[in-house]
Protein backbone atom coordinates (compact mmCIF):
# COMPACT_ATOMS: atom_id res chain seq x y z
CA UNK A 1 0.00 0.00 0.00
CA UNK A 2 1.28 3.28 -0.80
CA UNK A 3 1.66 6.17 2.11
CA UNK A 4 -1.11 8.30 3.00
CA UNK A 5 -0.92 11.86 1.85
CA UNK A 6 0.18 12.67 5.26
CA UNK A 7 2.91 10.46 5.32
CA UNK A 8 4.37 12.13 2.44
CA UNK A 9 6.97 14.58 1.75
CA UNK A 10 8.62 15.83 5.09
CA UNK A 11 6.44 14.30 7.16
CA UNK A 12 7.32 10.84 5.26
CA UNK A 13 11.35 11.35 6.26
CA UNK A 14 10.41 12.48 9.84
CA UNK A 15 8.38 9.39 10.10
CA UNK A 16 11.10 7.11 8.45
CA UNK A 17 13.91 8.23 10.55
CA UNK A 18 11.73 7.65 13.47
CA UNK A 19 11.07 4.58 12.38
CA UNK A 20 14.73 3.51 11.01
CA UNK A 21 16.72 4.93 13.87
CA UNK A 22 16.56 7.89 17.02
CA UNK A 23 12.41 6.53 17.11
CA UNK A 24 13.21 3.05 18.01
CA UNK A 25 15.71 4.10 20.13
CA UNK A 26 13.94 6.64 22.62
CA UNK A 27 11.05 3.85 22.78
CA UNK A 28 13.05 1.22 23.95
CA UNK A 29 15.34 3.03 26.36
CA UNK A 30 13.49 6.03 27.14
CA UNK A 31 9.72 5.77 27.33
CA UNK A 32 9.14 2.02 27.23
CA UNK A 33 5.68 2.02 27.81
CA UNK A 34 4.28 5.55 26.39
CA UNK A 35 3.83 4.24 22.92
CA UNK A 36 2.60 0.21 23.54
CA UNK A 37 1.60 0.81 26.97
CA UNK A 38 -1.75 0.74 28.42
CA UNK A 39 -1.82 4.76 28.58
CA UNK A 40 -1.50 4.78 24.74
CA UNK A 41 -4.52 4.96 22.40
CA UNK A 42 -6.08 1.60 21.04
CA UNK A 43 -4.41 1.78 17.78
CA UNK A 44 -1.06 2.73 18.88
CA UNK A 45 -0.88 -0.47 20.70
CA UNK A 46 -2.97 -2.80 17.91
CA UNK A 47 0.77 -1.18 15.50
CA UNK A 48 3.02 -2.44 18.21
CA UNK A 49 1.40 -5.56 19.00
CA UNK A 50 1.48 -5.96 14.88
CA UNK A 51 4.83 -5.06 14.81
CA UNK A 52 6.14 -7.32 17.49
CA UNK A 53 3.92 -10.37 15.70
CA UNK A 54 5.13 -9.36 12.13
CA UNK A 55 8.38 -7.84 12.56
CA UNK A 56 9.42 -7.60 8.61
CA UNK A 57 12.01 -9.86 6.79
CA UNK A 58 10.05 -13.11 7.87
CA UNK A 59 8.66 -15.90 5.07
CA UNK A 60 5.27 -16.37 6.60
CA UNK A 61 3.99 -18.47 4.05
CA UNK A 62 6.67 -20.79 5.13
CA UNK A 63 5.72 -20.50 8.11
CA UNK A 64 2.31 -21.26 7.88
CA UNK A 65 3.16 -24.10 5.00
CA UNK A 66 4.36 -25.61 9.04
CA UNK A 67 0.19 -25.12 10.16
CA UNK A 68 -0.85 -26.75 7.35
CA UNK A 69 1.61 -29.56 6.44
CA UNK A 70 1.67 -30.64 10.42
CA UNK A 71 5.73 -29.11 11.14
CA UNK A 72 6.53 -26.85 13.58
CA UNK A 73 9.78 -26.71 12.53
CA UNK A 74 9.64 -22.87 11.06
CA UNK A 75 6.95 -21.56 13.08
CA UNK A 76 8.20 -18.78 15.21
CA UNK A 77 7.49 -20.46 18.99
CA UNK A 78 6.52 -17.25 20.42
CA UNK A 79 3.96 -16.20 16.66
CA UNK A 80 0.90 -17.90 17.53
CA UNK A 81 0.62 -16.85 20.95
CA UNK A 82 1.50 -12.92 19.69
CA UNK A 83 -0.98 -13.30 16.89
CA UNK A 84 -3.76 -14.17 19.86
CA UNK A 85 -2.71 -10.86 21.62
CA UNK A 86 -3.33 -8.89 18.37
CA UNK A 87 -6.42 -10.60 17.70
CA UNK A 88 -7.52 -9.56 21.36
CA UNK A 89 -6.33 -5.63 20.63
CA UNK A 90 -7.92 -5.52 17.54
CA UNK A 91 -11.15 -6.88 18.57
CA UNK A 92 -11.50 -3.34 20.77
CA UNK A 93 -11.28 -1.38 18.26
CA UNK A 94 -14.48 0.61 17.42
CA UNK A 95 -14.96 3.69 14.77
CA UNK A 96 -14.60 6.51 17.66
CA UNK A 97 -11.03 4.38 18.76
CA UNK A 98 -10.08 6.39 14.99
CA UNK A 99 -12.34 9.25 15.25
CA UNK A 100 -14.28 7.58 12.46
CA UNK A 101 -17.36 9.14 12.03
CA UNK A 102 -20.52 6.12 10.87
CA UNK A 103 -21.69 7.33 7.35
CA UNK A 104 -25.66 7.53 6.49
CA UNK A 105 -26.83 5.78 3.67
CA UNK A 106 -26.55 8.28 1.21
CA UNK A 107 -30.16 8.89 -0.02
CA UNK A 108 -29.51 9.68 -3.64
CA UNK A 109 -27.65 7.31 -5.90
CA UNK A 110 -23.72 8.24 -5.97
CA UNK A 111 -23.04 9.94 -8.71
CA UNK A 112 -20.87 7.79 -11.29
CA UNK A 113 -17.39 9.68 -10.51
CA UNK A 114 -17.26 9.30 -6.75
CA UNK A 115 -15.64 6.07 -5.40
CA UNK A 116 -17.30 3.57 -3.83
CA UNK A 117 -14.42 2.51 -1.68
CA UNK A 118 -11.74 4.72 0.08
CA UNK A 119 -9.39 3.85 1.66
CA UNK A 120 -7.03 5.59 4.98
CA UNK A 121 -3.16 4.57 5.25
CA UNK A 122 -2.57 4.64 8.71
CA UNK A 123 1.14 2.99 9.24
CA UNK A 124 2.96 0.61 7.47
CA UNK A 125 6.93 -1.16 7.68
CA UNK A 126 8.33 -3.62 5.95
CA UNK A 127 6.25 -6.56 8.09
CA UNK A 128 3.07 -4.67 8.17
CA UNK A 129 0.27 -2.42 7.14
CA UNK A 130 -2.62 -1.21 8.62
CA UNK A 131 -5.34 0.98 7.20
CA UNK A 132 -8.98 1.22 7.12
CA UNK A 133 -11.38 0.24 4.02
CA UNK A 134 -14.51 2.23 4.09
CA UNK A 135 -17.55 1.24 1.71
CA UNK A 136 -20.66 3.18 0.46
CA UNK A 137 -23.79 1.33 0.53
CA UNK A 138 -24.09 -2.25 -1.94
CA UNK A 139 -19.97 -1.51 -2.48
CA UNK A 140 -18.02 -4.83 -3.11
CA UNK A 141 -14.45 -5.28 -3.24
CA UNK A 142 -14.03 -7.82 -5.64
CA UNK A 143 -12.60 -11.67 -4.96
CA UNK A 144 -8.72 -10.90 -4.87
CA UNK A 145 -5.64 -12.54 -3.52
CA UNK A 146 -2.86 -12.17 -0.45
CA UNK A 147 0.00 -14.30 -1.95
CA UNK A 148 2.00 -15.70 1.29
CA UNK A 149 0.34 -12.76 3.09
CA UNK A 150 -1.82 -12.53 6.90
CA UNK A 151 -4.56 -10.98 7.18
CA UNK A 152 -6.69 -9.72 10.36
CA UNK A 153 -10.09 -7.40 9.67
CA UNK A 154 -12.52 -6.05 11.72
CA UNK A 155 -15.32 -4.29 11.37
CA UNK A 156 -15.64 -0.28 12.79
CA UNK A 157 -19.13 -0.11 11.46
CA UNK A 158 -22.22 -1.13 9.46
CA UNK A 159 -22.01 -5.01 8.21
CA UNK A 160 -19.75 -6.53 5.74
CA UNK A 161 -20.34 -10.42 4.06
CA UNK A 162 -16.78 -11.87 4.05
CA UNK A 163 -16.05 -14.97 1.51
CA UNK A 164 -13.34 -16.81 1.55
CA UNK A 165 -11.79 -19.14 -0.62
CA UNK A 166 -8.57 -20.80 -1.45
CA UNK A 167 -6.82 -22.06 -4.58
CA UNK A 168 -5.88 -25.58 -5.01
CA UNK A 169 -2.83 -27.55 -6.45
CA UNK A 170 -3.76 -27.78 -10.32
CA UNK A 171 -4.70 -31.22 -10.97
CA UNK A 172 -5.96 -32.81 -14.28
CA UNK A 173 -9.94 -32.50 -13.02
CA UNK A 174 -11.99 -31.24 -16.23
CA UNK A 175 -12.70 -27.67 -16.02
CA UNK A 176 -16.83 -27.65 -15.45
CA UNK A 177 -16.82 -24.31 -17.62
CA UNK A 178 -14.86 -26.01 -20.33
CA UNK A 179 -17.66 -26.74 -22.47
CA UNK A 180 -18.87 -23.25 -21.77
CA UNK A 181 -18.90 -20.69 -24.53
CA UNK A 182 -17.21 -18.08 -22.34
CA UNK A 183 -14.16 -20.18 -21.47
CA UNK A 184 -13.06 -21.19 -24.71
CA UNK A 185 -10.29 -18.96 -25.31
CA UNK A 186 -6.58 -20.58 -24.42
CA UNK A 187 -5.83 -18.12 -22.69
CA UNK A 188 -8.65 -17.86 -20.37
CA UNK A 189 -8.60 -21.80 -20.10
CA UNK A 190 -4.81 -20.90 -18.63
CA UNK A 191 -6.21 -18.64 -16.41
CA UNK A 192 -8.78 -20.47 -14.51
CA UNK A 193 -7.66 -22.14 -11.00
CA UNK A 194 -9.29 -24.73 -9.02
CA UNK A 195 -10.21 -23.61 -5.74
CA UNK A 196 -11.92 -24.32 -2.66
CA UNK A 197 -14.89 -21.78 -1.41
CA UNK A 198 -14.55 -22.10 2.01
CA UNK A 199 -17.06 -19.69 4.09
CA UNK A 200 -19.47 -16.84 3.58
CA UNK A 201 -20.62 -15.13 7.01
CA UNK A 202 -21.62 -11.28 7.77
CA UNK A 203 -19.43 -9.05 10.45
CA UNK A 204 -20.58 -6.64 12.39
CA UNK A 205 -19.14 -3.92 14.64
CA UNK A 206 -19.88 -6.70 17.71
CA UNK A 207 -18.14 -9.45 15.75
CA UNK A 208 -14.51 -10.57 16.35
CA UNK A 209 -11.85 -9.89 13.52
CA UNK A 210 -11.79 -12.03 10.24
CA UNK A 211 -8.40 -14.19 9.99
CA UNK A 212 -6.83 -14.84 6.43
CA UNK A 213 -3.39 -17.02 6.67
CA UNK A 214 -1.43 -17.95 3.77
CA UNK A 215 -3.07 -20.92 3.00
CA UNK A 216 -6.39 -20.51 5.28
CA UNK A 217 -9.04 -18.00 3.73
CA UNK A 218 -6.41 -16.30 1.44
CA UNK A 219 -8.73 -14.98 -1.15
CA UNK A 220 -11.94 -12.96 -0.29
CA UNK A 221 -14.69 -11.02 -1.50
CA UNK A 222 -15.62 -7.83 0.79
CA UNK A 223 -19.21 -6.82 0.35
CA UNK A 224 -21.70 -4.35 2.27
CA UNK A 225 -24.23 -5.12 3.15
CA UNK A 226 -27.98 -3.17 3.80
CA UNK A 227 -25.61 0.30 3.94
CA UNK A 228 -21.91 1.90 4.28
CA UNK A 229 -19.47 0.20 6.04
CA UNK A 230 -15.80 0.47 7.47
CA UNK A 231 -13.43 -2.08 8.22
CA UNK A 232 -10.14 -1.90 9.59
CA UNK A 233 -6.86 -3.80 7.90
CA UNK A 234 -3.85 -5.56 8.52
CA UNK A 235 -2.05 -7.19 6.18
CA UNK A 236 1.60 -8.79 6.75
CA UNK A 237 3.70 -8.32 4.97
CA UNK A 238 1.94 -5.56 2.95
CA UNK A 239 1.42 -6.16 -0.90
CA UNK A 240 4.86 -5.88 -2.84
CA UNK A 241 4.75 -6.09 -6.72
CA UNK A 242 8.87 -6.44 -6.57
CA UNK A 243 8.39 -9.43 -3.61
CA UNK A 244 5.88 -11.21 -5.34
CA UNK A 245 3.33 -9.97 -3.38
CA UNK A 246 1.04 -8.48 -6.08
CA UNK A 247 -3.00 -8.38 -5.58
CA UNK A 248 -4.91 -10.18 -8.12
CA UNK A 249 -8.31 -10.79 -9.11
CA UNK A 250 -10.93 -13.50 -9.99
CA UNK A 251 -14.13 -14.36 -10.99
CA UNK A 252 -15.87 -17.29 -9.94
CA UNK A 253 -17.68 -19.86 -12.22
CA UNK A 254 -19.81 -20.37 -9.86
CA UNK A 255 -21.00 -17.20 -9.17
CA UNK A 256 -21.51 -15.82 -5.76
CA UNK A 257 -24.94 -14.50 -5.84
CA UNK A 258 -26.03 -12.37 -3.17
CA UNK A 259 -29.97 -13.55 -2.86
CA UNK A 260 -28.56 -17.27 -2.58
CA UNK A 261 -25.95 -16.35 0.25
CA UNK A 262 -27.96 -18.73 2.69
CA UNK A 263 -28.11 -21.40 0.80
CA UNK A 264 -25.01 -21.63 -1.08
CA UNK A 265 -23.61 -21.15 2.53
CA UNK A 266 -25.20 -24.10 3.57
CA UNK A 267 -23.07 -26.64 0.99
CA UNK A 268 -20.26 -24.84 1.87
CA UNK A 269 -16.54 -25.86 1.56
CA UNK A 270 -17.14 -26.66 -1.80
CA UNK A 271 -15.21 -26.70 -4.96
CA UNK A 272 -15.18 -23.62 -7.65
CA UNK A 273 -13.24 -22.69 -10.55
CA UNK A 274 -11.48 -19.32 -10.61
CA UNK A 275 -10.59 -17.00 -13.41
CA UNK A 276 -8.09 -14.51 -12.41
CA UNK A 277 -9.08 -11.56 -14.28
CA UNK A 278 -7.87 -7.66 -14.83
CA UNK A 279 -9.25 -5.42 -11.55
CA UNK A 280 -13.12 -4.14 -12.74
CA UNK A 281 -13.00 -1.21 -14.35
CA UNK A 282 -16.04 -0.32 -12.10
CA UNK A 283 -13.79 -1.14 -9.43
CA UNK A 284 -11.87 2.11 -8.00
CA UNK A 285 -11.01 3.86 -5.07
CA UNK A 286 -9.28 6.75 -3.64
CA UNK A 287 -7.15 7.67 -0.28
CA UNK A 288 -8.87 9.86 2.31
CA UNK A 289 -6.96 11.18 5.25
CA UNK A 290 -6.85 9.13 8.39
CA UNK A 291 -8.92 11.58 11.01
CA UNK A 292 -7.71 9.01 14.02
CA UNK A 293 -4.63 9.63 16.46
CA UNK A 294 -1.23 8.82 14.58
CA UNK A 295 0.54 6.25 15.34
CA UNK A 296 4.35 5.51 15.48
CA UNK A 297 6.96 2.97 15.05
FE1 LIG B 1 -8.22 -8.30 0.95
Redesign the pocket.
Known amino acids: MAASGDHKGWMGRVLKGWRMGWGRLWRTEAQPNLLSGSQAPLIQRVACQAHVTFPGGRDHSSALCGVACGSQEQIPPDFAENLSKLKILVAQVHAEDLCIAPRETTPKPLKPHLPRVTYMHICDTDGFSLSVFLLQRDAR?PL?D?PGMH?VLKVLYGTIRISCMDQLEVGGDQCPGAESQLFQTPLQQEALRPAVFRSQAEYTEASGPCILTPHLDNL?Q?EAVDGPAAFL?ILAPPYNTDQGRECRYYRVLDPLRPKEASSSASDLPREVWLLETPKDADFWGEEEPYPGPKVLL
Open positions: IHHGHID
